[in-house]
């Protein structure tokens, strides 16, 4: 009868909290005040420790600290949880490998309890009397062990259910911090962040997949709390992220040391070699864009359940990472979009200001020869009147300057028709380069340029690009009246094929309001500039089906870009 009532009261204080610990506290409780033994107390398995430790409820004395642990191969309760069938000592002295909780106890009972079917523990029952247990000890404790073990099925079923909520609310959580930008950096960050704050990982690897070769380029990495930059890869198919890419299948890992599959550009844990790993192909619902990969220096740290909750999040990053891509795509679009209109109204622009440099050019184009003509005769008559002379001299010259700004304006409108042939870029920017080596030099102007070794050759007409790059390096050094430094570098490039010159000055830039007039004709922020110089190279630039632009910042110097197509003939 007594035990019975001990039962419902280890019952009772059971069933009263839905807490894994509580549970066993409030167990402890009870049987320490309604049982009379040297030593009793619950062995658990600490993590993946080789140890069991004690909730303890001593009898007879003080409770032990909290701190009491067994090993767990080479002792009676491992013993126990290894097999999970009961065990009864009648005499300690005569056991040879399993020892007791207490050192001088000669006799104990342990018995096994289970929680969802697994044996997660076991009951120590320890007397300093021998032969102190039988068999109604034996179902008495045994019959403890079954209601601990539903109450503690119980406690475990509300914790992972608890546990379960509280991940998918992280993950909620994660999945909004993920979907809330659409700027593929601020993405990157978010997601490197909350997943090694996730799963306290010591490495974060984002490979995002060449989808030509099936290789995988590092994009983001994290060692630590800390991001870093790498240019690590690895081809096709290698490395534990290349099976899983390569497969479409999430890999587990639980120690990378051990798995052939292991490469060293994945080992980025910083205070050791990496064990544990989870990898996890990123797809969408259309293709394969990469891999996300977690490591950590403790092996078998990772289980399937966090393989799990890696996989869910891997489905919201790709879609994050799919939305970013393709807003960064669009935004391409729309720049290139306003690029093409804004050459468009230029082209339009120069279009009507070339016809109106026609007309006027034709107009006083005449006058103009035939007032030089009258001043060569009048100046040939005056022999003797030398004031006369040189203001005759004056004027010839100032109608010679107003004949070449008519000429200009003409081939403004009419560039002439020359035929075009395959030329070297390098050798054109050498000669422009050359033509103002001693402006430089006088100016205190350093001049950066290497010829590239891998330019194709362009169809042009060499007189007239050299021209344009003879005067875009001009202005710029008459940017940089207190010296300075001019870069000049070109370089193929794809989509569509041909080659980029730049020329980059550190001089005193240009003002905002400025920009969107510096190719117009006769539009020139110089005291004596006419303003056809841009012009005429954009003119002669359009002609050639390229492009020119420019970046300027005011008191940050300026880059124009030259773009020339590569045609067929000049691959």
Not at 339 to 362: C, D, F, N, T, Y
Not at 447 to 452: G, I, L, S
Request: with cysteine; proline share 5%; net charge negative.
């Amino acid at each position: 009868m007594e035990n019975l009532h001990i039962l419902q009261q280890v019952m009772s204080a059971a069933s009263s909290t839905l807490d894994f610990d509580e549970v066993l506290e409030r167990t402890c409780v009870i049987l320490r005040e309604m049982i009379t033994v040297d030593f009793l107390g619950f062995a658990l398995p600490v993590g993946r420790e080789e140890v069991l430790r004690f909730h303890p409820a001593r009898i007879g004395g003080p409770p032990p600290s909290t701190d009491l642990s067994i090993p767990l191969q080479n002792s009676l309760c491992g013993r126990v949880l290894r097999t999970g069938e009961f065990v009864v000592i009648g005499d300690a002295h005569e056991m040879i490998d399993d020892f007791l909780a207490m050192p001088d106890a000669r006799s104990a009972l342990a018995v096994p309890f289970s929680a969802g079917g697994e044996v997660i523990g076991v009951i120590a029952v320890e007397s300093y009397r021998p032969n102190a247990f039988d068999a109604a000890d034996l179902a008495f404790y045994t019959a403890i062990a079954g209601r601990l073990g539903a109450a503690l099925e119980n406690a475990r079923l509300y914790m992972t259910a608890r546990a379960r909520a509280k991940e998918m609310s992280r993950l909620n959580e994660i999945g909004r911090a993920l979907t809330s930008s659409l700027d593929l950096s601020t993405v990157l960050r978010a997601a490197m962040s909350q997943i090694q704050r996730l799963f306290l990982a010591e490495s974060v690897l984002l490979f995002q997949l060449d989808a030509q070769t099936g290789a995988l380029r590092v994009l983001r990495a994290m060692e630590g709390n800390e991001p870093v930059e790498t240019d690590r890869h690895l081809p096709p198919g290698a490395g534990v992220a290349g099976w899983a890419s390569t497969h479409g299948q999430p890999v587990l890992v639980q120690d990378a040391q051990a798995d052939p599959r292991f490469s060293e550009q994945e080992d980025r844990c910083p205070d050791g070699p990496t064990r544990a790993l989870m990898a996890v192909p990123l797809v969408t619902s259309e293709r394969a864009i990469g891999v996300i990969e977690v490591g950590s220096g403790e092996a078998g740290i990772y289980t399937r359940r966090e393989m799990n909750t890696l996989q869910a999040l891997a489905a919201t990053l790709a879609v994050a990472l799919d939305n970013a891509y393709l807003y960064e795509q669009m935004k391409a679009l729309l720049q290139e979009r306003e690029r093409a209109q804004a050459q468009l109204i230029q082209a339009e622009k120069m279009a009507a200001l070339g016809r109106l440099a026609a007309s006027v050019a034709h107009e006083i184009n005449n006058p103009l020869q035939a007032a030089i003509g009258c001043m060569g005769l009048a100046l040939e008559t005056l022999d003797y009147q030398e004031e006369a002379e040189e203001y005759l001299r004056v004027a010839r010259d100032e109608v010679r300057r107003a004949a070449r700004t008519v000429s200009q304006m003409r081939d403004l409108a009419r560039p002439q028709p020359v035929e075009r042939e395959p030329v070297d870029v390098n050798a054109l920017l050498e000669r422009a380069v050359q033509l103002i080596q001693k402006q430089c030099l006088d100016g205190g102007i350093a001049v950066r340029w290497e010829p590239a070794t891998d330019l194709p050759q362009v169809f042009v007409v060499s007189d007239q690009i050299q021209q344009v790059f003879l005067n875009l390096v001009l202005n710029a050094v008459e940017a940089m009246p207190d010296g300075g430094e001019l870069r000049v570098t070109a370089r193929r490039v794809e989509r569509p094929t041909g080659v980029q010159i730049r020329f980059t000055d550190t001089g005193v830039g240009i003002e905002a309001d400025v920009l969107p007039h510096i190719f117009e004709p006769f539009y020139s922020t110089k005291a004596s500039g006419t303003g056809l110089g841009l012009a005429t190279s954009y003119s002669i630039i359009e002609s050639h089906s390229g492009y020119l632009s420019v970046e300027s910042v005011k008191g940050n110097g300026s880059t124009f870009e030259v773009w020339l197509p590569v045609s067929d003939g000049g691959e």
